[in-house]
């Protein structure tokens, strides 16, 4: 029976879930005024963090271009809204839509911009139930591959914020989209999409019906 050991412990790290923490959803508190802050990582997530390098600290703002292209290789951490999820088991494959962040936020709500440089595939080992689709979610892992302008990154961890904990800014680099996405923004063509207090109808005109978006 001794052969069964090893057997089991390969078993057991296959199984392994991708570490991840889901940000909890809790009434926000409206004050007179608006700060913005830093981007503040969980404990768990600040050892990922800390393995960036400082070009890869900022994703994207209005003074400095970013591309998620061209990144074989290369350790990332990517912020995007969860457009597709297949699963098989535990494997998840989940097309993002990325989204620029220029390493600043609103203190009491996480921001990322609206625009964003396309889609990118993520995998990692996670229950379906944890990454609902239209969250947003920061990806840290590394590209693997590039097929059809899409990365493919192999996630070491993932943060989430389901709706109601996060929102978007107008700010931005010059916006690379996926149009098929674009499309679902009805609040985008007014030019004004922040929210600082969102509800879930301002995620409904942001990226719209979670329904048409469940996994497959």
């Known amino acids: 029976m001794r052969w069964l050991v090893p057997l089991l412990s390969i078993a057991c790290i296959a199984a392994a879930e991708t570490p991840m923490d889901v940000q909890p959803v809790k009434q926000l508190v409206r004050g007179n005024s608006l700060a913005t802050c830093g981007y503040t990582p969980v404990k768990q997530e600040k050892s990922y963090l800390e393995k960036l ?5 900022a994703t994207g703002s209005f003074l400095k271009p970013y591309s998620i292209h061209g ?4 350790y990332v951490s990517w912020f995007g809204v969860v457009r597709r999820i297949s699963s098989s088991g535990s494997s998840l494959t989940l097309l993002v839509e990325q989204k620029y962040f220029d390493g600043l936020t609103d203190c009491h709500i996480m921001l990322v911009s609206q625009s964003g440089g396309g889609d990118f595939r993520a995998t990692l080992e996670a229950d379906p139930q944890r ?3 239209l969250a947003l979610v920061r990806m840290f892992g590394t590209v693997k591959d590039e097929t059809d302008k899409i990365p493919q ?6 943060r989430v914020w389901p709706w109601l904990t996060f929102t978007f800014t107008d700010l ?6 996926n149009p098929e996405w674009a499309a679902y923004c009805k609040l985008c063509k007014s030019g004004r999409v922040y929210m600082p207090y969102p509800t879930e ?6 990226l719209g019906d979670p329904m048409e978006f469940r996994p497959r």
Do not use: N
């Not at 390098?53 to 600290?57: G, I, K, L, R, S």
């Not at 931005?172 to 989209?177: F, M, T």
């Not at 109808?201 to 942001?206: E, I, K, R, V």
């Open 53 to 57: 390098h400082p070009e890869e600290q």
């Open 71 to 74: 990144k074989k290789g290369k």
């Open 131 to 133: 990454v609902p689709p």
């Open 153 to 158: 990154v192999t996630v070491d961890y993932v």
């Open 172 to 177: 931005g680099a010059k916006d690379q989209s």
């Open 201 to 206: 109808s301002y995620y409904l005109q942001m």
